[in-house]
């Protein structure tokens, strides 16, 4: 069955350091990746979005992400984490019009 | 992107009453989906809204509980039937004009709590 797993629930990171958030696939095929934040209260924002290419793809407020065939994974960076980054991350993936969920990763930014 | 705004925001229901959500998008799109978010999950699909025709049910989810509608290509609602606190929800919609490869985007979502 098509998955996307998030491995971490939580986490904490000091506002100014670097954030790495992981997420892996299993799809048959390499799936469409996405990752998505929520801020409190809000709805779903695109970050970014890989199809095919380059395997490091630049998104919206500084964030990167780099898709690893080898790993199955998709993983979200940022240089410099800011306060308004806390919020929660999801990774998504596809293989036609359907988006699957990871369980998503809750971050805390600490002054 | 598409400007994607719902109606109600949020609610506060009582059990066995019915609430209709709707989601308005500013241009055409090709594909509209609605989503459940249960407090504390990720989001789980619960129906592609398919203009013109029924709508297309993920499994664990049936019209009589989730009616869809979507009269033209800018506008869909969710009815959320006969409530229980377990539909305790945010619920949202997305669009997509890109369906062959997943690409969607979400409304603001509809913040349900059933007491």
């Known amino acids: 069955a098509q998955s996307v797993t998030q491995p971490d629930i939580h986490i904490t990171v000091s506002e100014g350091a670097s954030l790495e958030l992981r997420c892996n696939y299993s799809?048959?095929?390499?799936?469409?990746l996405f990752w998505y934040v929520q801020s409190p209260g809000q709805g779903l924002q695109l970050l970014l979005k890989y199809f095919s290419g380059d395997t490091l793809v630049q998104g919206i407020k500084g964030f990167e992400a780099e898709f690893k065939r080898s790993q199955s994974s998709f993983n979200l960076r940022k240089p410099s984490v800011h306060w308004s980054d806390a919020a929660e991350y999801f990774c998504?993936?596809?293989?036609?019009?359907?988006?699957?969920f990871g369980g998503g990763t809750r971050v805390l930014v600490k002054p | 992107s598409a400007v994607i705004s719902q109606k109600p925001s949020r609610d506060i229901c009582q059990r066995g009453t019915s609430l209709t959500i709707q989601c308005q998008v500013d241009s055409q799109v090709t594909m509209m989906f609605w989503y459940r978010q249960q407090p504390g999950q990720s989001l789980t699909l619960i129906a592609t809204a398919n203009q013109g025709s029924e709508a297309t049910y993920e499994s664990g989810f049936v019209i009589d509980k989730f009616p869809i509608s979507r009269p033209n290509l800018t506008f869909s609602t969710l009815t959320v039937s006969n409530m229980s606190p377990e539909d305790s929800s945010i619920y949202l919609c997305?669009?997509?004009?890109?369906?062959?490869?997943?690409?969607?985007?979400f409304g603001p979502g509809t913040r349900l709590t059933v007491t």
């Open positions: 998504a993936a596809s293989s036609g019009n359907k988006l699957t």
């Open positions: 799809y048959g095929a390499t799936p469409y």
């Open positions: 997305s669009v997509s004009n890109r369906s062959s490869v997943g690409e969607q985007y």
